[in-house]
């Protein structure tokens, strides 16, 4: 077993030169003598205060890598001190330690700015695990850049919506706090959550996304779990789910409003508890897994219907993060065609081409109801047909794309049609419906899913119930 108390090698710090210091802020001598013996063994330098007064003194004078502090204080609320630190020392993340139970107090902290928290009584691992993440924390940017390292994160734009994104990833980047990224279907929820992923603490490992709406209801236990052996029938061997996979790194659940009802139950206890029990065990693991989620739907309205819990939310909804519609973003728009359109040249093997000043001016006039990824599709498409070096608007072929994606799949009333039963005449819409759905997303189900309004679960009922699959 690897030893807990080894001093943190400058390795894993960023290479810092000299020993990280810690700042305690508790009026408590035992939790001071816990927390100073703990950290003192990892070889940091810890300083104490026992309250607001004293830290923010002491925050004058030192310069600090880390703070923690309680939550009750005797001259005021450890979320004052928050507040503080955000306001003044914004590259110092800060954590708060909580009463058991009192999780109102940790999202409130989270809100604030705390970097992370901790439950009283203490867990040494988890104390460790989060003073190893805060100290790999990258160092904040003087100003947050345009275009992200990866030029795959298409997080491009100078227009006020993107601007306001790219320092809110910022912002959440140096925290794990759970996110809820909001936004219509093609419009960067997947890479919003990379670009957290990858500039925060967490960034060397795994990011694992999850699409909830793909996974059948009867599987879903043991694929975010795992199993052990002999678990169910064809559990040959022991397997670990999404969150093992995600252990230390990051748990994107993408249309998390398709979870069931069950799933959810268990989902709530995983991130309350920070421990999970595989199928078929009767022990539980610890995991670490920051989770950051996201759906087009309105999950108010989900809860409303009692098709998400409430209690749920409230742990997903510690901070949201709205993704803009391409619409909100014209003064991006060519931008962002241009980026995209060199990638798909370099991926093709094609010789670089370019937009006409025309088809850019069309393509900003354009409403993309599908956002970034119709767009995506669009030049993708184009660049499958037309073979010239600059492609002028006629090549976009844009008409194709004017109506509603809804109202180019629901199939007319045919004369042919009279004297059907009802239910026969409502299958047949039915069936065209999914059918022109599937053949414009090139056979890709969860696309389809999405065009139609429908989950991927319903979509996989229809398909079965018409008898789609057949043939």
Known sequence: MPNQNKPIANSDLGNK????????????????????????????EVERAINIY??????????????????RLPDGEGLELVKHIVKFSVDLPVAVITAHGTTENAVAALKAGAFD???????????????KSALNLPPLKNKVSSVFEDEGDMLLGESPPMLQLRSMVEKLSRSQAPVYINGESGSGKELAARSIHKNS???????????CGAIPENLMESEFFGYKKGAFTGADTERGGFFQAADGGTLFLDEVADLPLTMQVKLLRAIQEKRIRKLGSTEEESVDVRIICATHQKLTECIENGEFRQDLYYR??????????????????SLIANAILVQLCEASGRTKCTLSKRALEAL?????????????????????????AEIGENGLQLESFESSPRDTLVAQPETSNIGLPL???????????IVGALEKTKY????????LGITVRSMRYRIERLGLNDG
Request: charged share 30%; with cysteine.
């Open 316 to 333: 997903l909804n510690v901070i949201e993060l709205k993704m803009p519609a391409l619409r909100e973003m014209k003064g991006d728009i």
């Open 54 to 71: 004293d830290a923010k003194h002491m925050l004058e004078l030192h310069h600090f890598d880390l703070c923690l502090t309680d939550m």
């Open 117 to 131: 928290y901790l439950a009283k009584p203490v867990s040494l691992q988890q104390l460790r695990s989060l003073v």
């Open 17 to 44: 030169s000299s020993s990280p210091k810690i700042l305690i802020v508790d009026d408590e001598s035992d939790i001071l003598e816990l927390l100073e013996l703990t950290l003192s063994r990892m070889g940091l």
């Open 364 to 388: 900003i006039e354009y409403d993309f109801p599908g956002n970034v990824r119709e767009l995506e599709n669009i030049l993708e498409r184009t660049l499958a047909l037309c073979s010239d």
């Open 444 to 451: 890709n189900r969860t696309a389809a899913a999405k065009l």
């Open 201 to 211: 603490a967490r960034h060397g490992k795994p990011f694992i996304p999850v699409n």
């Open 423 to 433: 239910q026969d005449y409502l299958d047949r819409l039915e069936k065209e419906s």
